[in-house]
């Protein structure tokens, strides 16, 4: 492919958490690996995990590491449309990397609700939004898609959800509305795990209208267990009766750990991330337990945690399940007073305030480190006005209309830190020990930083004071790398697709596109 511009490919999905995420950054990592510049793409994300790039722009987390997987700096161009939901019915909408406001789900998807309500200092929702619609944004999406492909040598888009929303698909900007405007090949992931595949995939297809059909080349099986051949006639016939083919089978692979999307959609008590298997350094494991708090956002703060041999992290919702813990950690959140009155509501508060009275640690970060405080002062986010906190911390937070977005760069514990930040939350720090922006104050840290677990100088010294402070005889692994440890699961992605994917066949879709002559099969979308 090199020396080609504009090619690309769409990843699209029988239904959300099909693998889109990490069939798209397993595709990157192939192509750069033989030397094709490649960026990554999703015109529209909903999630409550983002990162901030270099230049100050929030996008979703899963954009990042499919940059990463391409060994890209990520910019805001490559998810110009983030949400991040508030409740039910509203989020708020991120565009270009900046929050323009909040809007209701009827709103934005092309309904008959109200427009974005902005937020000062942020860009102006008037001209693009256009009173809420979703279509509206097609220009933008279609102009940073052009901005790549005259780049990059190929573009490989991720959709969302399934293609065949049809009660969307007017508006639809994200699936089949970027591939027709960009006439990108089309392939659908399938979770053969969940079971249904072969009607998924078939499903899927006929309820595309004919000019959608056109660009669905076919098929990817995903998270398959066994032996391939006891799959190959059912594919064999799904072929006789789509006209299209399957251009691979990936094997369901353990402990790839790779940055969530939308958040974790099951109960989240008793939920473990994967931890690698060596054994601890030391004589004790040390007990991570993250609190489940509603709208959990950027969860992915604890990999690094998890990555680390002989830590155990689970996700709690229950006071009980503090009793044993380590280290407690309360996590960032898209409702900072929800998630206050969950703790409270379940008697996690109280736990809290006992571990800190005994001298055992708490982590907060971002929105757990505004709880952890005196006072907070909201009017933006739940406009709840003056709300105590637990009062863990000596700090008082009043919630800015204006976003920050910041990447800094510090110290703690003697050691080099680097994070990055989203919030809407000011902190005013009246007391404890220095602590990032945040504060300690005995065995209670909190910060607004995002990632810093990740700099492996600092967590090994973090994770030294929390089992000092927990009594146990645990030694953080001296060469635990975190970066290396995810180039590793990036390449993993890359290897699943380079060895289970019909590769000549991906290039050449990239390349030329769709067949021609892909049959249409019926019914089609209703009119």
Known sequence: MSGSLGGGLLVAGTTSDAGKSVVTAGICRWLVRKGVKVAPFKAQNMSLNSFVTREGAEIGRAQAMQAQAARVEPTALMNPVLLKPGSDRSSQVVLMGKPVGEMSARGFFGGSGPAAQPQSGAVSPGKTLHGGRQEALLGTVTDCLRELRGTYDAVICEGAGSPAEINLRRTDIVNMGIARAARFPVVVVGDIDRGGVFASFFGTTALLSREDQALVAGYLVNKFRGDVSLLEPGLDMLEGLTGRRTYGVLPFAHGLGIDEEDGLRVSL???????????????????????????????????????????????????????????????????????????????????????????????????????????????????????????????????????????????????????????????????????????????????????????????????????????????????????????????????????????????????????????????????
């Open 269 to 527: 008590r008793g939920a473990v991330r994967e931890s690698v298997v060596a054994p601890p350094a030391g004589e004790d494991v040390l007990r991570v337990a993250v609190c489940a708090v509603p709208l959990m956002s950027n969860f992915t703060d604890v990999d690094a945690l998890a990555a680390e041999p002989g830590v155990v992290v689970r996700f709690v919702d229950r006071a009980e399940e503090l009793v044993d813990a380590d280290l407690v950690i309360v996590p960032g959140t898209r409702g900072t007073v929800r998630a206050l009155e969950w703790l409270r509501e379940r008697g996690l508060a109280d736990a809290l305030a006992r571990r800190a009275a005994e001298g055992r640690p708490v982590l907060g970060i971002c929105g757990g480190f505004q709880v952890l405080g005196e006072r907070i002062e909201d009017d933006v986010e739940s406009r709840a006005g003056t709300v105590d906190g637990l009062g863990l911390l000596p700090v008082r937070v009043r919630f800015a209309v204006g976003k920050t977005l910041a990447r800094p760069v510090g110290s703690a514990l003697g050691e080099p830190v680097e994070g990055y930040e989203i919030h809407h939350g000011v902190a005013e720090v009246l007391g404890g020990a220095s602590f990032l922006d945040g504060c300690r104050v005995g065995s209670v840290w909190g910060t607004h930083w995002h990632g810093s677990l990740e700099s492996d100088a600092f967590r090994r010294a973090f994770l030294r004071e929390v089992a000092a402070a927990a009594g146990r005889r645990f030694v953080p692994a001296p060469d635990t790398s975190f970066g290396a440890l995810r180039e590793e699961q990036l390449d993993r992605l890359g290897d699943l697709i380079e060895e289970h994917a019909d590769t000549d066949a991906l290039l050449r879709l990239i390349e030329s596109g769709a067949p021609s002559g892909l049959p249409f099969i019926a019914p089609g979308a209703p009119a």
